[in-house]
């Protein structure tokens, strides 16, 4: 570890982890995690070799995932086997809680209500950080009159809505990932933390201490932390079955992570249209798409256009079809008559015929489907949101992309009214 990298002073440890400042870079540090595992504040605790690869192997993945669909955090790169380096944070001292189903001490604090109980949407909660007084629940106004600064932010009201968006997020998206292993997230908590330049990201560790995964749905299958803290008392073998489905967790990330960018096919009626078709492709590419691009006019060419249909009819994967035609579209329409495909209208409206490519593409024969997107990017997100029913990447840049925007009204917002105050 240390040859790889020139460590500062120690920041803070804690139960099961070290986080160290990197004289290379002073905006970086490294957080290497500890072979131990901890429950009730500490007071259960106990040594678990191997533990802390497992958690960094773990952590790396789920940070990796959240990255590729556009989520911010503070991850930067693994580092060595128990050690991955992170931007350097202030931590707003607030666990984010999100739940899917009612378990643990939410049926502590809520009696009758069964366990299993489902919330649409996740339920969110905070707890403040103390080990002393067993992290007490918190609510949006305790935290924003507590009047936390943390790496020169002033945690306010819209600090606190866009680290509640956030975390719902981050939670929905593992959700869709552990779905795809027939996995049921049930509850997880995250941290975030303000970096060198004032932004708030995701931080700390997400690992098997951070959630309930539950196989199946079944609660007799959790591969989390839960098993350990039930354990009334803990025998070397126990401790050996934690340590597995700790490393079947991070064995199974592997296929969440591992998942192929869909298909679009983006046909144009004429090679003048070309600049269009690249902005579709160039928004496509951005929600996680890949795209053929193809030149077919179904007036012109009606044969050579129904033979390109059939090698995407025949592809052995799922595509979506972008007609790109103004004036007369008969492409899209033609399409949609041959294929049962999807297939969305995208005129390259001009100036002087924008009617006319609008009401072309809108005023298909009956028993057609096409659809007709005005815009590049809406024509791909309209691909993207079809692609997003089975494929839980492309389901969640989608689900970032919303968070952006949200984040991005709120500052403008906050922006406006300073400087209107």
Not at 26 to 47: E, F, M, Q, W
Not at 229 to 244: A, C, G, N, T, Y
């Amino acid at each position: 570890m240390s040859g790889e990298f020139k460590l500062g002073k120690l920041i803070i440890e804690g139960k099961t982890k070290k986080v160290y400042e990197l004289l290379t870079d002073p905006s970086l540090c490294l957080l290497v995690s500890k072979d131990r595992i901890t429950a009730g504040d500490g007071a259960k605790a106990h040594n678990l070799e191997g533990k802390a690869e497992i958690s960094t192997t773990t952590t790396v993945k789920v940070f990796k995932l959240l990255s590729e669909v556009g989520l911010k955090t503070a991850f930067v790169k693994h580092g060595a086997e128990k050690s991955f380096v992170a931007k350097k944070c202030d931590m707003v001292p607030i666990e984010w809680v999100t739940r899917r189903m009612a378990t643990g001490s939410f049926l502590k604090r809520h009696p009758g209500v069964p366990e299993g109980y489902t919330f649409n949407p996740p339920l969110q909660e905070t707890f403040f950080k103390d080990d002393a007084n067993h992290d007490p629940q918190w609510s949006d106004q305790q935290i924003i009159s507590a009047g936390f600064r943390v790496g020169g932010v002033n945690i306010t009201r819209n600090e606190v809505d866009i680290m509640k968006r956030t975390a719902l997020a981050v939670f929905e998206i593992l959700e869709r990932a552990w779905a795809t292993r027939n996995c049921a997230l049930i509850d997880m908590k995250i941290e975030f933390g303000v970096d060198t330049n004032g932004e708030i990201l995701v931080a700390d560790i997400i690992d098997s201490d951070s959630w309930r995964l539950w196989p199946a749905g079944d609660k007799r299958c959790m591969k989390d932390k839960q098993v350990y803290r039930d354990l009334r008392e803990v025998k070397p073998e126990d401790l050996e079955k934690v340590k597995i489905n700790f490393r079947w967790v991070a064995s199974e990330l592997d296929h969440c992570l591992a998942r192929p960018s869909p298909l679009i096919v983006v046909l144009m009626g004429s090679t003048s249209d070309e600049e269009h078709c690249l902005k579709i492709a160039k928004h496509a590419a951005a929600l996680g798409l890949r795209t053929d691009i193809r030149v077919c006019s179904a007036h012109k060419s009606t044969v050579e256009t129904l033979n390109i249909l059939a090698e995407y009819d025949n592809c052995k994967e799922k595509v979506v079809l972008i007609a790109v035609a103004g004036r007369s579209n008969g492409l899209g329409p033609v399409l949609s008559g041959n294929t049962t495909l999807p297939v969305i209208n995208c005129p390259p409206c001009k100036p002087d015929s924008a009617a006319r490519d609008v009401w072309s593409s809108l005023d298909v024969p009956s028993g057609l489907g096409c659809t007709t997107a005005l815009h590049p990017e809406t024509a791909a997100i309209a691909a993207a949101q079809i692609h997003a029913l089975d494929n839980h990447i492309v389901w969640s840049r989608l689900r970032t992309k919303q968070l952006a925007n949200y984040v991005s009204l709120k500052q403008a917002d906050v922006k406006m009214r300073e400087s209107h105050a």
